[in-house]
């Protein structure tokens, strides 16, 4: 799906290409006498393997970014919330005009909080810009978005659970379909 992701903000956007990489710690070449952990490097820097692009820039696929090479990282360090950033109790204490006693009114909602991003008005002009090939005129954006996998056991009961309830009201649907033919079949008898 994120393939398919790419290609819609791609085309939502209007941009020249869309990349989608992974933030991922380098592996280790293993050999078949190697055990099943022998792969993991714990002590690598992690950097950001691209995994999807768009068909004009399909080259970047399997490309690799370190940490140290371009401005990408910096979107992994958000600068730190201001004042109006900070949440608020729910409730906020309000004095009656009345009688002067204190009263609870409950605070507008907080505006939706977007993934962190980073935008370059001209690339050419940064100097901290990485180019897999020749620079060209233009923006760039990278944002830091992070989502929830379904890759555990619960999730994959659900998917069983829900399928088997897919199975059971296609059955109930094709019963109920078997059903109306066979009423429409009488009716078109009796009119004969």
Aim: charged share 40%.
């Amino acid at each position: 799906m994120l393939q398919s992701l790419a290609t819609y903000l791609k085309e939502f956007s209007n941009s020249t290409a869309v990349y989608i990489g992974k933030l991922e710690i380098p592996k280790k070449q293993v050999d078949d006498a190697d055990d099943d952990v022998a792969h993991l490097n714990e002590d690598a820097e992690q950097h950001i393997k691209f995994q999807y692009a768009t068909s004009e820039h399909d080259y970047i696929v399997d490309q690799t970014l370190g940490r140290h090479q371009g401005i990408t990282f910096d979107v992994f360090d958000p600068p730190a919330p201001g004042e109006e950033d900070e949440v608020k109790d729910d409730v906020i204490p309000e004095e009656d005009e009345e009688d002067g006693s204190k009263k609870e009114t409950e605070k507008k909602e907080a505006p939706e909080k977007l993934p962190y991003n980073i935008l370059v008005d001209e690339v050419v002009r940064n100097n901290r810009m990485h180019y897999f090939k020749v620079p060209r005129l233009g923006s760039y954006m990278a944002i830091h978005l992070e989502y929830d996998a379904c890759l555990h056991e619960d999730a994959f009961d659900d998917g069983v659970r829900e399928m088997i309830n897919v199975h059971k009201r296609r059955a109930d649907l094709e019963d109920e379909k078997a059903e109306w033919e066979k009423e429409e079949q009488l009716r078109k008898e009796q009119k004969e």
